[in-house]
Each structure stands twice: as C-alpha cells, then as structure tokens.
C-alpha cells in the first residue's frame, strides 16, 4: 500500500478522496488565486448535499469545475492527476479514452484504496 508522502500511514478510499480534493483546492489556488478557489469551492459546499463524501464528492467538484470552467479544466486535472502520481510514488501516463475519475478509480485499484478494488 502506497503511503501520503507526509506519514507512514497507507491511505485509505477516505485518505486518497481527501488528497485529492486538498490536491484540486491547492491547484486552483495556484492557478486561479486565493479568492477564486474558494469561491470555487463554496459553491461547491454549499450546492450540492452535505451526504455527498468520499468519491461523490471528487465528482461532485470535478463537475463544478467542468460547469465553471468549460475547457480550462482539463489542464487543471492534468496538473491534479500528475502531482497525485508523484505524491504516491507512481508513474502518470495518459490513456486514450480516459477522463479524470476514471485515473481516480485505477489509483483506487493499484493501491487497494478504492470500495470496488477495480482497474
């Protein structure tokens, strides 16, 4: 199991979901700016149901920024999806056919993170 990079601890489905978001949030920011990513994600907070966690959340936010955003968010999960990689110590290559959620779900399967298990 792969670690966070900052502890020993193996990261779970809830550890890579919150990585992913705290990675997406940091890339905004980084990005857009302070105000902007915020904005992004309080509208995010606060339009979709608090139930909403884990991976319904990832997708959630995905789809906020695709709505938001338009084009412009595929590099930003590009620039997600290559520092995800590095931070669990895998090799990013993209894959025809692949969007966003579905790099999500394989890194689920290869570091047995994920509910499904699945590749």
Known sequence: MKSNGHTSEPLSGKGLDDLVLKTIIGKLKMILGEEAAKTI?????????????GPERVKVLIGALRSILGFASSPIERLVLK????????????????DFLDYITELRGNSSMGKDGQK
């Open 41 to 53: 994600y309080v509208y995010v907070t606060e339009s979709y149901p608090k139930s909403e966690e």
């Open 83 to 98: 520092n995800l990689h590095l931070v669990l110590g895998l090799k990013y290559e993209e894959k025809e056919g692949y």
